[in-house]
């Protein structure tokens, strides 16, 4: 049934050039995702007397890096986006050696204009984590708050509701420049009332290359209640053809454990990379400015497969609510 609608949703914009209907729904919804967030800023600058302190309408301008990421849609734009919208995903996974996964997913951001250093609240339905992608702490619902840059760290702290336990994460970044590297230190830490920790520490290497480009390093490492030894990765990324409208992304991942065990031998410890995987994604905007499909091709050598090649494709579909601008 799901297939039979993203086939079925593909083929109406497809030929939705003439569409008005479907352009006075979307702009209503999105004029009302706009008009609650504003309503939620106002009252809570009211109630919270920051007029001083707030920042002025007209937003914030994204540098390159931002626009990068904002346009790929990563987890690093999540955590620090500014942007006011909802997204609704499509999703499909195939694999060579697992069954076919589809799945729809919302995510909502909507910060706070004229409280925009201070508040955002969140909503994410997407409480999965995979191979290349780490938890992510807005997930479920919640509030989250900027706190005032001091000695060059930032400080951000987050109070939400998933799976109805309450949690509360704090995450500290500190930005430098060595020569052409832009690097960024993230640690950040969460608890829960099931008595769930968390810690993790992601360290980004950005360095601009000709016409643009973007190379990345990201180094990751986390621990936490649930986590037997300790995750580690590295990911090397190479963003390149990037405009307004299309991307490309090329990425070479490892990732391995301190302590981990296979289905097939469960009560035996590994130690050390149990995958590489190597991905392109092409991403691109098409049909109207709020419509945007991504594809992802990747081979895996996994440990639970001997380190025997296993190929995925992942397809999916964002529609945009709000005022989501991707550069």
């Not at 230190?185 to 993790?200: A, C, D, G, L």
């Not at 497969?305 to 945009?320: G, M, Q, T």
Request: charged letters at 20%; proline letters at 2%; hydrophobic letters at 30%.
């Amino acid at each position: 049934m799901l297939k039979f609608l993203v086939i079925l949703l593909l083929f109406t914009f497809s030929h939705a050039e003439n569409n008005t209907t479907l352009d006075y729904i979307h702009n209503s919804i999105s004029q009302s995702v706009v008009h609650w967030s504003s309503y939620l800023d106002t009252t809570i600058s009211q109630w919270m007397d920051t007029n001083k302190t707030c920042l002025a309408d007209g937003g914030i301008q994204k540098n390159k890096t931002e626009k990068l990421d904002s346009f790929f849609q990563n987890d690093k734009y999540f955590e620090e986006t500014k942007d006011t919208f909802i997204r609704l995903r499509l999703n499909s996974h195939f694999f060579s050696k697992q069954s076919e996964k589809f799945d729809v997913k919302f995510h909502a951001q909507l910060p706070f204009d004229k409280c925009r250093k201070q508040f955002k609240l969140f909503i994410e339905n997407d409480s999965s984590t995979t191979l290349h992608k780490t938890t992510n702490t807005n997930s479920g619902i919640g509030i989250l708050y900027d706190s005032a840059e001091k000695y060059g760290i930032t400080s951000r702290y987050s109070l939400g509701l998933h799976s109805s336990h309450p949690y509360v994460v704090a995450r500290y970044g500190i930005h430098y420049k060595v020569k052409n590297w832009n690097i960024e230190s993230i640690q950040s830490f969460q608890y829960s009332t099931n008595e769930h920790f968390e810690e993790e520490t992601n360290i980004y290497f950005d360095n601009f290359l000709e016409d643009d480009d973007l190379f990345r390093l990201r180094l990751h490492r986390k621990t936490g209640s649930s986590i037997k030894g300790f995750d580690y990765s590295s990911t090397f990324e190479y963003y390149f053809n990037a405009t307004t409208d299309a991307g490309l992304r090329l990425s070479q991942s490892f990732y391995g454990n301190s302590k981990y065990t296979t289905p097939s031998k469960p009560n035996q410890h590994y130690a050390g990379i149990y995958n590489y995987q190597t991905s392109l994604s092409y991403r691109a905007n098409i049909w109207r400015d709020w419509f945007f499909y991504e594809i992802s091709p990747s081979i895996n050598y996994h440990r639970d497969y001997n380190y025997s090649s296993s190929y995925a494709l992942r397809f999916f579909v964002d529609i945009y609510f709000g005022k989501y601008n991707s550069f």
